[in-house]
């Protein structure tokens, strides 16, 4: 893979779990590594849902082979998209992360 296909800088994030002030469970983000990957917008879908616009889109993100697991998300510039399948390539020289972003008030 020519290193010229990987042109986006995304941040690969996991949840983290702990308690606040108060004691009370709250959950963050905390940041694991900044990756060169290519960000491919695969569909699209607008609809109203509780009376306020949504659009869901879904995106393949491919990354050099490593270790991604479903359940972190991937921050590319303003969007944040939560990973939903992660699809290895056979010669483990790539891997596509199948990826869906939810935004409310689009």
């Known amino acids: 893979m020519s290193a010229g296909q990987l042109r ?3 941040d690969l994030q996991e949840r983290v779990d702990s308690t606040d002030s108060l004691g009370q469970p709250s959950t963050t983000w905390q940041s694991v590594a900044f990756l060169w990957g290519d960000v491919r917008y695969l569909t699209g879908l607008s ?3 509780a009376g306020a616009d949504t659009s869901a889109s ?3 993100i491919r990354l050099r082979h490593g270790t991604f697991n479903a359940g972190q998300r991937v921050v590319y510039g303003d ?3 939560s ?3 992660v ?4 010669r483990r020289q790539y ?5 869906e972003s939810i935004n409310a008030d689009v």
């Open 47 to 49: 609809a109203i849902k």
């Open 83 to 85: 990973i939903e399948a």
């Open 95 to 99: 891997v596509d992360l199948v990826c």
């Open 8 to 10: 986006h800088r995304v």
């Open 87 to 90: 699809l290895p390539d056979r």
């Open 58 to 60: 879904k995106v393949s």
């Open 79 to 81: 969007e944040v998209f």
